[in-house]
């Protein structure tokens, strides 16, 4: 008697063991997914799947969607890139970001002194620069979308009129920014304070707009009765955007960044976004450690990624801008010879200081550099990610650059308008709130684009699609990918623990470790502080919102939907 109750327990004891171990999944769907900052927009993009949509469909009802549901950076008036991959296996990538204005100057943000001038570069219409998102999603839907215009835009014009629920979260961002909205539109705005949680938000001068778009297309925006109101707006605000601007507009198709890490292939944003080109440094550069031996975030895999980091944000400093306007030796930057010099003086022994780390030198590479430039680039973005029932993919990633841009609103347009000119370097010797520092490359100049860090990501594993991933965080959007893709393939996390996963991050300076908050053991910390880290908790207390899609050995799709944001992911 004594021994079956015995085994009954150590039953018990097995099952309840096996019972804590099981993984956390998110949404499975069978053929098709979603995933994106609200609800409503996953949904409305899902649907248009259900229609018999492709993910390009998908893409621009859901952009348009956010624009409705998520002004704090979801727009008509910014820009944005992708990175597709077709169920053919063949990939690229749509650069949408927006550009400096034909009247835009090298030092057009600098007083008489050579000083920064405060806030002209982030609030108001002189830190707009010219719109891309509406050329974006429509030269994605004149390439490979399939249902008419009307049909993608139809539930989302009824979502404006409408109205949706506004969550706790979108309450606390309408009264942290009212007063600052307010004064720089001169009166309160529809979105304000007053605005109460489960409350519906009905927004139809947007959709005024996007009905307008719907009947004459993407010129509405560009030369048609809207860019004739926005144009209009600006100008007496004091921007100096012109119709020309608008006119002379398009969105560029992009080679990515393609490379192989272990049995995997990565396909990643390239420039003007710096974020491909990192991810690529980063990886390659800790692929020689195996960090799965030591675990994840273990004191030796936080100090492999960790001293790569470094490495590959001094690189971006120097080295990246706009690439119709710089020549940017990608090859060299991601040659496995130049990235293993990179980490020649690496040691677990101790922290390499950043003061002692600059850009790598490349032979026979020449460029007129100031370095020690401003380079700044706020962390209020969003991200989707798709995966259609046919294996189409598409990774994009959008923003106004500021939470709700420049905070100008035009009333009878309904959206904001960005505040991107303030991503372009401004002054030498002056680091931004960040720390970034940039160069030469990413100087003003018109109709330039500015550096971005925006990294919408596909992978594949062994020819196959095995992840989509991207998230909005600024200078941590490229280290919250890197380490989101690490904690599935290294660690054998589910997409939503990989999503859900403490993160951490380094961009060379300032000198220190950003650590979500109240996420990491004290022991590790005090660990690394022994080894010449700098530990900082409070700089970034949310490090990305990482929507990304895995696909299961089985072919199903598991979400993986970022805790930190209001973020779902729909399908079916």
């Known amino acids: ?227 004739t109101q926005l144009v209009k707006f600006i100008n007496q605000k004091g921007g100096i955007i012109t119709s020309e601007d608008l006119a002379q507009y398009q969105a560029q198709w992009r080679e990515p960044i393609t490379f192989e890490y272990d049995n995997l292939k990565i396909i990643s944003m390239s420039p003007p976004s710096s974020g491909g080109l990192c991810l690529a440094q980063i990886m390659k550069m800790i692929e020689p450690y195996d960090v799965s031996q030591y675990g994840q975030n273990s004191l030796e895999a936080i100090q492999i990624i960790v001293e790569a980091e470094k490495r590959a944000y001094a690189d971006r400093s120097y080295y990246l801008g706009d690439p119709d306007f710089v020549n940017i030796p990608i090859k060299d930057l991601l040659s496995d010879e130049y990235l293993k010099k990179r980490m020649a003086n690496f040691s677990f022994e101790n922290a390499t200081p950043s003061d002692s780390i600059s850009y790598g030198r490349i032979e026979n590479y020449s460029m007129q550099i100031s370095e020690g430039i401003q380079y700044q680039e706020h962390e209020e973005t969003t991200h989707y990610s798709i995966v259609d029932q046919f294996g189409n993919a598409v990774a994009v990633t959008t923003t106004l650059n500021g939470a709700y841009g420049s905070k100008l609103y035009p009333e009878n347009l309904g959206f904001f308008l960005n505040n991107e000119m303030d991503d ?57 990918v890197l380490q989101t893709i690490l904690n599935v393939h290294e660690f054998d996390m589910t997409m939503q623990e990989a999503v859900d996963a403490p993160r951490f991050h380094h961009q060379w300076l300032p000198e220190e470790i950003r650590i979500e908050p109240n996420r990491f053991d004290q022991s590790l910390l005090i660990q690394l502080e022994t080894k010449g880290y700098t530990i900082n908790e409070k700089r970034t207390p949310i490090i990305g919102k990482v929507d990304a899609i895995l696909i299961l050995e089985d072919g199903t799709l598991e979400a993986g939907a970022d805790h930190r944001g209001d973020d779902v992911g729909v399908g079916f």
Not at 74 to 102: C, W
């Open 424 to 480: 372009f370097s401004s002054k030498p010797g002056v680091p931004n709130v960040y720390g970034l520092i940039g160069g030469e490359a990413n100087s003003i100049a018109p109709q330039k684009r500015m550096l971005s860090a925006m990294t919408p990501t596909i992978v594949e594993k062994e020819g196959k699609l095995f992840m989509v991933v991207g998230t909005p965080g600024g200078s941590t959007i490229i280290t919250s």
């Open 1 to 227: 008697m004594k021994t079956r109750i015995l085994i009954l327990i150590i039953c018990f004891l097995a099952l309840s063991c096996k019972k804590e171990q099981i993984s956390k999944r998110g949404n499975i769907t069978q053929e098709a997914m979603v995933v994106s900052a609200r609800e409503e927009a996953s949904k409305i993009g899902s649907d248009i799947l259900k229609q018999g949509g492709n993910a390009f469909d998908a893409m621009f009802a859901t952009e348009m969607a956010l624009a409705v549901t998520y002004p704090y950076a979801g727009n008509l008036g910014g820009g944005g890139f992708m990175v597709y991959r077709l169920n053919t296996g063949e990939t690229g990538a749509l650069d949408y970001r927006e550009k400096a204005p034909l009247a835009a100057s090298k030092n057009m943000y600098l007083d008489s002194l050579n000083n920064v001038i405060p806030y002209k570069s982030t609030v108001g219409a002189y830190a707009v620069g010219v719109p891309g998102t509406v050329a974006g999603i429509f030269a994605a839907h004149k390439k490979f979308g399939s249902l008419p215009i009307e049909t993608l835009l139809k539930p989302v014009i009824a979502l404006a009129e409408n109205g949706f629920t506004i969550t706790k979260k979108q309450q606390e961002r309408f009264i942290e920014y009212d007063s600052i909205i307010t004064a720089v539109n001169g009166k309160q705005m529809p979105i304000n304070k007053t605005i109460k949680v489960n409350s519906t938000f009905k927004n139809l001068p947007l959709a005024e707009t996007l009905k307008r778009i719907s009947k004459n297309g993407r010129d509405e925006f560009y030369t048609g009765q809207t860019a």
